[in-house]
């Protein structure tokens, strides 16, 4: 089992910054991806970033691409999201998600909520305009 606990969600301003961190502990997951996805009331839980554990590649929405950097900290084996300019629709639940890198097909992108088997409980964005 691996357990994945949010933090860093808030109140800013559109146009403002917030970072999201999320730990990871349980297992090692060196060989895991590690996505960030979002839920806003009455809409479906919709991919923003995701980072393979081993090499640090990454993947993102097109509607975040040039705002948010997904990285991660081997040593503390958190995985955080930085978010800049944000806007009023980036106000959303945060979930930090993992998946074993076995579990995914080469080549294949992990932009599926469905692809994956760990979840965090969630962090609040709130961006005012």
């Known amino acids: 089992q691996v357990q994945l606990v949010e933090s860093g969600g808030g109140l800013v301003q559109a146009g403002g910054s917030l970072r999201l961190s999320c730990s990871a502990s349980?297992?090692?997951?060196?060989?895991?991806?590690l996505g960030w996805f979002r839920q806003s009331p009455g809409k479906e839980r919709e991919f923003v970033a995701a980072?393979?554990?081993?090499?640090?590649?990454?993947d993102y929405a097109d509607f975040v691409k040039g705002r948010f950097t997904i990285s991660r900290d081997n040593a503390k084996n958190t995985v955080y999201l930085q978010m800049n300019s944000l806007k009023p629709e980036d106000t959303a639940v945060y979930y930090c998600?993992?998946?074993?890198?076995?579990?995914?097909?080469?080549?294949?992108?992990?932009?599926?909520?469905?692809?994956?088997?760990?979840w965090g409980q969630g962090t609040q964005v709130t961006i005012s305009s």
């Open positions: 349980g297992r090692t997951i060196s060989s895991y991806f």
């Open positions: 998600a993992a998946v074993e890198g076995s579990r995914i097909s080469a080549g294949r992108r992990v932009e599926s909520r469905w692809q994956y088997d760990y």
């Open positions: 980072i393979r554990w081993s090499g640090g590649s990454t």
